[in-house]
């Protein structure tokens, strides 16, 4: 099946969005582990395994569409220090979001359905948990203040 040129263009710079995310809660979960927060750290390290996932499904649907996935990462600029860390994550996810609504509404108009839908269920990942939960965590800080959020991240 022979994709759209720009469907195929478009999902290779998602892929490349997808692989710098990866990349950048890869750096993150381990600098979290460094710093004995075993809480941030496993939860940046599923955000890597899922960032890992949506990247698959992409590759997946360019191979199928005909194209050649496109493996070099954006560049990314990690953060070293939590709070700084938690927004450069979620300020990834609403590059992400954008680019995912972008290419959702070329696929509509490509009539690329399939990869349409492919394409809304990782939206939804991105909005209703990795955004969302980063959001939250941000305004935690506010509320609580940063020691006392740290403490709460050390686990048991």
């Known amino acids: 099946m022979q994709g759209h040129p720009q469907v195929l263009e478009c999902l290779n710079h998602l892929l490349r969005g997808e692989l710098a995310a990866r990349d950048q809660y890869f750096f993150h979960s381990r600098r979290y582990e460094d710093l004995g927060l075993k809480k941030l750290y496993e939860r940046l390290n599923h955000e890597m395994e899922e960032e890992t996932q949506h990247a698959d499904a ?18 990314i600029a990690p953060g070293l220090e939590v709070p700084e860390m938690l927004q450069k994550d979620l300020d990834t996810e609403i590059e992400v979001r954008d680019r995912l609504r972008k290419a959702m509404a070329l696929c509509e108009s490509m009539g690329d359905y399939v990869t349409r839908d492919m394409l809304l269920a990782q939206l ?14 941000l305004g935690l800080i506010e509320k609580v203040g940063l020691q006392n959020y740290l403490q709460a991240q050390m686990g048991n």
Do not use: N, S, V
């Open 58 to 75: 992409i590759m997946r649907r360019i191979f199928m569409l005909g194209g050649k996935p496109d493996m070099r990462a954006l560049e």
């Open 124 to 137: 939804r990942d991105t909005e209703e948990d990795h955004a969302y939960w980063l959001e939250q965590q």
